[in-house]
C-alpha cells in the first residue's frame, strides 16, 4: 500500500482560458470534490464501468494554465457563482485557499490573430507584435515550468477558450513540414491563437484536448505531429446543451422512418462565450461545429438552422429552444419541441475533467494522435463518422472494457 | 418468376378493434400505399435493412377482424380523416371500394370482462352471458371463417382494442392445465376480452400482437401455450409517443451522470381510446406500463409521474408534455421540457403493419414464443428488460442482419 | 322593409394582393359564411356590441382586387386549403363558381420600387419602365371600373401584399403638394407600389387599410390628403399572432410592477410571406413594426429582439416562440415562455373583413384621416401611443359605443 | 415636516402563518429594503400612481404573527434562501439581528378542524380539545399583545397559511347572530381555523386580508361583521403565476373572438404549499378557486380542468404548462401554450406589502367591509364580478386617482 503510494501519480491539468467560467466551474468542482463538499454527478468517468481502467484521481489533479485577461482567479470563481453555480457559500469559504494557491500556475496567453472581439478582452497584452516562433517559445516554456515547479508525471492541455473566426484550412494545414516552415517564417496567417497552443502543448509532448468550436487548433499537420509523438489528442467541441439532446433524439425518427422536416434550433445565452459569439465571425464557427450533426445521423439533410442569440440576463443559463417538424404516415405533419435550460459551465466542467483523465490514460497506454473512443463529448469529433449519441457512448464503453482487459492482463503477465 | 408469384404468400391481418381509429388508418395507408398513393414513411420494416428479409409485401395483406361496435369501415375512415389523418380527399375516394369489400371479412367481438366504460360502448352484443367455452369458440370460428373464405397461407393477429382495466395475475394464469380448467369451467374472473381472443388465435396457429397495455392478453399461461404450438407472440402497448421520446432521451441522462430528480409526463388526448382511459380502472393498466421506463433504464426510481387527461377538442393529436427536472455537477439543478404533438394513429398504424409482417416472418421460421427483438415497438415488452431506446433497435437490426444470413444460407443449400 | 332592402348597400372590398394566402382565405370566408357553411368565429365585429352599429353586411361584400402574379384564384384558393385551412372540400365545392364569378374582378398590381425579391414573383409585369402618373392613372382607372361595372356605392381598399423594404421618408413626404410634384416628375424614390395605390385609392375617395408593414403607404402627406378629401385611412400590419400575444401579456408585467430583462421572439412561417421576409431588407421593415410594442407598454426598453425564420414546411402554420425573462422581488429572475401555433391566413382574414366593416361605416359617418379607434387591429398603430392591447380594445368598444348612440339618436330625429 | 415625523404611524403587520416561505420573504424584503439592500421591485404599490396616497412605508411595519410550527423565524428565512430566494448571503447576514428581534412578536397557532395533513404538521399543538370561544380568546389576546407591546397604532392581519379544506357553506354562515351562537356553542363543524382568525381580528378592529383559497375565512356572516365593525376585508387567494397568466390572456381570446375549446393547466411545485396541496381534499378548496376565471371572462365554460402536482424537487420554483386549444376563422384549430417558472414566495411576497398597505390606507378613511378595487390580486375576489385582470388593475388605478383626489380635496378644506 505505502508502495502504491508513493507511486502515485502528479498530473497536471493546464487549461488554456483559465480565466473563464468554465475553468473557474472545472477547479471549483475538483477542489470540493478533494474537500469532501460535493460529488461526482455529471461525470462520465465516476461510472462503475470505469473504476477498475485506474484513471488518475481527481484529487491528484494540479491545475494550472493561461488566459489573456488578469482577473484574480478567485475573483473568476465569485463570478463563476454569481452566474452560474448555485454553490452555497460556505463551500467556496472552505475553498477560497486553494483557489488562491493555483494563482501561481497561471500565466498570460496570447491573442493571435483570434478576431476584434478576443482581442478586444485582453487585459494589456502586447497583441500580435510578437513573432510566431517567439509566441511558440513561451507556450512550450510555460509548460515546461508548470510541470517542474509541481514535480508533475505528466501533463494534459485542454483548450477552454473562446471561440475563434474559424481558419482557411490551406494546403500547408495539412503538411508538417510546410506548417513548421510557415511558422518559423512568421506567416501570421498560418493559424490563429489555439493553433499556437495545440503547436507547443504536442511538441511537450502534453495529451490536447480542443473542447472549443476553433477549427484551428488540430490541423491535419498537428494531428500527423501527434501520431510521430505518441501524443494523444482530441477535439472539437464540447457537446453539452443542445446538440447532446440533437443526437440523442435524432436517431429516434431514423429509427421509426419518420421524415425530419425541418429541425430549427434557437441557443440563447448570456455569458462571455454568448457575448463572443454575437460576431457573426466567431459565431461560423460554432455553427458549423452544431450544423452538420443532423445530416450525418439521418443520411439527408432536412432544412434546419441553429440560430445563436446573446440574451446577457441569462448570464450561463443556456436557453435552448428547439423546433422538429417531422412527417410520419400517410403525410401526417407532426412536431416535436423542447426547450433546454442548463448551466453551460455546470454541463461542462464535469467532462473537462473527464476529458482530462482518459487523455492522461490514453497517454499511459501509449496511444498517439486521435482519440475517437472520446467521440461522445463532442459535437464534431475529428475522425468519426458517429454522430448518434448513444451509438457513440458504446464507443466508449467498449474502449473502457477493452483497456480494462488489456489492463489485467498486462497485470497478469508481469 | 412465373413459379414465385404462384407462390406469393397471401397472409390475413386480423385486427381486434377494427373499428378504431388505429386499424383505420391501418387500412387506409396499406390501400392507399397498394394504389401508388402514399410512401412507406413512418414504416420501420422500409428500412433497407430488412430489405433482403423477405417480408410478406403490404399489399399481399388482406384485412379482416372483429369490433364491438356495428359503424360501417367506411365511416370509421371518414371519422379517422376528421379526426387524424389529414389525407387529400381524393386519395380517400380511391380507396372507398377497397375499404367497403374489407367490410365483409368483419364480424362482432366480444366485451368479456371489459368494464363498464368499454361495455357501454358496445352495439347490441350480448354482454357476458355467453360461455366462456362459447365465447372461445366463436373467436376461433370467426379466424377459421376468415382463412378458408379469402384462402389465406396464414394469419395474424393484432390486438387493437381499448385498454382494459388490470387483470390481477393468479396461479392459474402461470399454469396452461389450471388456466384451460377455468375456461372450461366458465370462470368469469379468469381473464378479460384480450385473454380469450389471444387464447383463440394462438389455438388456431395464428401470431398474436398485443398493441395494447391489457395485461390479460398474454398471461404466462398462454406465452407457455404459444411456445408449445409454436406460434410467435409479443406485446405490450405499442410505442408510440411521450413513452417513445422517454426512452430516447432518458440514456442520455445515464450516459452523462446526471441525476433525474424529477420526471414529469402529461398526456392529453382526445379520441376514443383518452375517453376510455379516462375511467380510472382502465387508465390504471396504461399507467403502469408507461410507468417502469425510467427506473429500468435509469437503475433508480426518480419521482415520476404520467398523467393522462381527456381533451375532446385534440381529437387524435395527442399532446404530451414532459417536464424533466435534473442535478448535475456540483449540485446545479437544470431542466429539460419538450412537447409531442403527435397523430396518435398516424404513429401507430404503420408500425402495425411492421408487426404483422416481422411476426408473420417468425412464423415462417419457426420461432415460437416471445419474440424479445421486437421490444424497440413496445413500452413494456414481454421477456426483455432492455428499455433504451436505441439498444432495442440494435437488437431488430441484429435480428435481421442474422435472420437475413441465414435465410440466404438455407437458399444455398437447397 | 321592401323599402330598406331597395336601399341595401352594395359595398366593394379591394384587395391588393388579392392573389395572396390572406385573401383568398377572406373571400372563402366570406362565401363560406354566405351560404351558412361558416360561422362568424374570428370576426371581431360579430360581438354583440356591433350588432346595433348597422355595419355592412358580409354577405354584401362585392371582391375586387388586383396582384402581381396571375395565377387563377381559383386555384390560390385551392393552395390556400393545402397550406392553412383546413377546410371540408365539400364546402369548397360550394363556392367553386363564386370564386370563378370574382376573377372578373381582378387585373394585374405594380411592382414599383418594391425590391428585388418581390419583383423577381411578378408574373411577366413591365416592371418599372411606366411613368409614375401612368401607374397612378392605371390604380385609379382599376377602382373606377370596378366600382362602375358594379354599380357599388362605395369601395374600401386593403392592401395584403408582401412587405416592401422600408421608405426612408423625407421631407417630401411630409407635405402634400411637394409629394403631388414628385410624382408628376416622375421621381421614382418617391414611394413604393404600396404609396401608389394609397395615393390612388384616397384620390378616388375610397377608404384605405394598410394590413402590410410597409411604411410606403400612410406617409404623412397622404394622411394630410386624407383627411381634405374625407377619406378614412389606418395602417399598420395587422396584429395576427405573437405580437397580439405580446400587447396582451406585456401589460400584466407592468402592472405588477415585474421588471423585464429580455423578451427574445423567435417567428418561423414557411408561407410566402415567410419566403419573402427572408430576405433581409423586406424583413427590417416587419421588425421595426414589431420591436416597438414593448418599449411603448413598459416605458423602458427591456434587451428585446424579434427574430424571423423561414422553415418552408411550417406552410401557412406560424409558430413563434417566445422567452420573457423577468426579475421579481429581492432580484429573483423568473421566466414565461409560450409557444403560438396559429395559420396565419385564419388569423388575419376575418380582421380584414371586420376593417372593412368598420372602414366603410367611417365613411359612412363622415370621419375623415386616420382612425385611431381600429389601433387594436395594428402593430403599429398609426397616431395612436396606446399599444396595451385590453386598452386598445376597450377605445374599440367606446367608439362602438358612442357611434351606436349618435346612430340612433340620428334615427329618432328622422 | 418635524410635526408630521412625530405623528409617523406604526403599523403591525400580523400574518398567520408566519414561519411559511411567503411570510418569511415578506419579512426578509422588507427588512432588506428598510437598510437599502434590494428595491421594490414586484411591488404593485411602488409604482408612480401611489406615491401621492400618503400609504404607510414599508420601513414602518412591525412584523407578527403566529404559526403551528416552532421552527425559529431565523431558520424559516434560511429555508425561504434555500428553496426558491436565491439572496446573496451578505445581504441575509445583515438582517439577522432584525429576523430574530422578530422571533417575540410570534405566538402559536391554532389547527381547529383543518384537516389530517394540516394538523399533522403542527409542532406539539392540542389539537382540537379547546373550546372555540377559548380559542377565539387566544387568538384575540394575542392580537392585543402585539398591539400594546409595540405601540401600534393599527394592525393589518393576513392569512398567509396552507389551504384548508373547503367548508360547506350553510345558513348559519349567511347569519352573524346564528354563527356567533354557534361558536359560542362551541360547534366545531362552524368554521375551520381560518374562520376563527378572521373572526378574531375583526372583532379586534384590525382590517383582514385572505391570501389564502380557504373559503372558510370570510364567510358572509363575518363580511357582514366587518361592515358593522368599519373593518376593511378582502380575499380570496393570491393571484400569482398560472391564474394570472390566465386572466391576462383569456380576454385576448375574447376581444379576437376566438373561441376556446380546451385550457387545459398543470401546476407543479414542490414546497410546503405543493406537499399540503397533495391531499386531494385540500387540493379541492385551490382547484375551485382557480377553475372559475376562464368562465367568468369568457362568458362560456371551455372544457378547462387545472392539475396540481406535487414535484419535490422544485421546491419553490413553481411550474405550470398551460395549453390552450382554440378556433379560429373557417373553424381552424390553433394552439397557444406557455411555461411560467416563477418563485412562488417571490411572486406573493411584494404583493402581501401592497395589501397591507392597501388595506390599512382603506381603515383610515373609514372604508368597511370588502375592498372590490382589490380584485386583480386575487384569483377568486370577493364580490367581484370582474375577472380579466387589466380591468381589475383599472379599478385600481380608478380608486387611488379617486382617494387621492379626496384626499387633497380633504387638505384643502383643512
Known sequence: MNNNAEKKRKVGLWLIGVKGLISATVIIGAFAMRRGLTTTTGMVTASSVFTDLGLVDVND????????????????????????????????????????????????????????????MADGLPAGNKKLSDELLTIRQNLKTFKERNKLDSVVVINLTSTEPPLTIKPCHHNLEEFAKCVKSNNADVGRASTLYAYGAILEGCSYVNFTPSNGAL????????????????????????????????????????????????????????MVLNDPKNCETKLKSKDKVLQKIMGYAPHSKVHIHYVPSLADQKTAWDLIHFRGFLGGKMSLQFTWQ?????????????????????????????????????????????????????????????????????????
Chains 1, 2, 3, 4 share one sequence.
Request: proline content about 4%; charged content about 25%; glycine content about 10%.
Open 219 to 274: 490541423i491535419p499537420a498537428l494531428i500527423e505531429l501527434a501520431e510521430q509523438r505518441g501524443v494523444p489528442v482530441m477535439g472539437n467541441d464540447g457537446k453539452t446543451g443542445e446538440t447532446l439532446v440533437k443526437s440523442a433524439l435524432a436517431p429516434m425518427f431514423l429509427s421509426r422512418n419518420l421524415e425530419i422536416l425541418s429541425w430549427e434550433g434557437v441557443n440563447m445565452l448570456g455569458n462571455m462565450d454568448g
Open 61 to 120: 489533479f494540479i491545475f494550472g494554465g493561461c488566459d489573456i485577461r488578469r482577473e484574480p482567479l478567485l475573483d473568476c470563481a465569485r463570478r463563476a457563482m454569481k452566474e452560474g453555480i448555485t454553490l452555497d457559500s460556505f463551500i467556496f469559504d472552505k475553498i477560497t485557499s486553494d483557489l488562491e494557491k493555483t494563482e501561481e500556475n497561471i500565466c498570460a496567453g496570447t491573442v493571435h490573430n483570434c478576431g476584434d472581439i478576443i482581442e478586444n
Open 342 to 414: 442548463g448551466y453551460d459551465s455546470i454541463l461542462a466542467a464535469p467532462l473537462v475533467l473527464d476529458l482530462a483523465r482518459l487523455a492522461d490514460f490514453a497517454k499511459q497506454r501509449g496511444e498517439a494522435g486521435l482519440m475517437p473512443h472520446l467521440a461522445n463529448f463532442f459535437k464534431s469529433p475529428l475522425g468519426v463518422e458517429e454522430y448518434r449519441h448513444e451509438a457513440q457512448y458504446e464507443m466508449l464503453l467498449d474502449y473502457a472494457a477493452n483497456a480494462g482487459n488489456k489492463h489485467y492482463g498486462g497485470m497478469i503477465n508481469e
